[in-house]
């Protein structure tokens, strides 16, 4: 086999296509996933590129050829050429590195719940009107680790979304990552109350966000006799969080809390 890096223009990506013949059926999520890659710049050259066999035809990259022209801009990429007929069989069959594998490799701890905390800053920051769940909510790994290092501080909130979810069955990493949320936009203030109180539950007299929160959060987890317990939403328990501390910070009295799907995610108050 033979490779070298090519500039592969969306003409030319064309042209490549134009030679597949063996391939498996285009994923479209896939081709938009790389799409956007592209357009945010993230696209580098690695070793995973396209492969054409000894007969000229594509054996692999048909996802990466489509997204170049779907993004409309030439990216470059390794090029494989005379790769042995029948090879295809034992092409990228290898599973997809996902953001905590990246993470893990990064030695990071809590890959898993981490990679999810991240996720989840990263949609509120920038779909807090939008669904959270489905393609369109995809986060790409390079968005995830340049996410952590903007908010390194996410680590010190793994162990709290652990914490409440213990205590209210609230999802581990919507948990941490609202806890950290709530943190970092009151800077220097003492939260250690609302947490005390979400987390301990004593003491609370009716009315107060934190009781009502805790209440709610039980209702998701308790399943009654005869009843399905329903799906919980990462995005739902962020919101329903969020009110309930909103409610606390400006000293406001919580009667009922509720979460309508197409309600856009609240900013977090400051208090008082």
């Known amino acids: 086999m033979r490779s070298r890096v090519q500039t592969i223009t969306p003409a030319r990506a064309a042209e490549y296509l134009a030679r597949n013949t063996a391939n498996r059926p285009l994923a479209r999520r896939t081709v938009r996933e790389f799409a956007e890659a592209m357009r945010r710049g993230e696209?580098?050259?690695?070793?995973?590129?396209?492969?054409f066999d000894t007969e000229g035809a594509l054996v692999d990259g048909q996802h990466r050829l489509a997204a170049v022209v779907e993004a409309?801009?030439?990216v470059e990429m390794t090029v494989f050429t005379e790769v042995p007929v029948g090879a295809f069989d034992v092409l990228d069959t290898g599973r997809r590195r996902n953001a905590a594998d990246v993470l893990a490799i990064e030695g990071e701890k809590s890959a898993v719940m981490l990679a999810a905390m991240v996720r989840t800053v990263w949609l509120y920051e920038h779909r807090p009107e939008l669904t959270w769940s489905g393609g369109d909510a995809a986060v790409s790994n390079h968005q995830i680790v340049t996410t952590l290092e903007q908010h390194p501080?996410?680590?010190?909130?793994v162990t709290v979304g652990e914490q409440i979810a213990a205590a209210t069955g609230m999802i581990k990493s919507a948990a941490g990552a609202a806890s950290y949320l709530v943190s970092q936009a009151t800077g220097r203030r003492d939260l250690s109350p609302w947490f005390d109180g979400i987390i301990e539950g004593t003491g609370l007299a009716k009315g107060?966000?934190?009781?009502?929160f805790r209440r709610v959060m039980f209702s998701h987890t308790r399943k009654q006799a005869g009843q399905v317990l329903r799906r919980r939403e990462t995005r739902e328990?962020?919101?329903l969080y969020l009110k309930a501390f909103n409610a606390w910070a400006t000293g406001t009295t919580l009667t009922?809390?509720?979460?309508?799907?197409?309600?856009?995610?609240?900013?977090?108050?400051?208090?008082?």
């Open 72 to 74: 409309d801009l030439p």
């Open 43 to 51: 696209w580098r050259v690695t070793h995973q590129g396209i492969a």
């Open 237 to 239: 328990h962020v919101t």
């Open 153 to 157: 501080k996410l680590r010190d909130y």
């Open 256 to 272: 009922q809390l509720r979460y309508t799907p197409r309600e856009p995610v609240p900013p977090v108050a400051t208090g008082r």
């Open 208 to 212: 107060d966000p934190r009781l009502l």
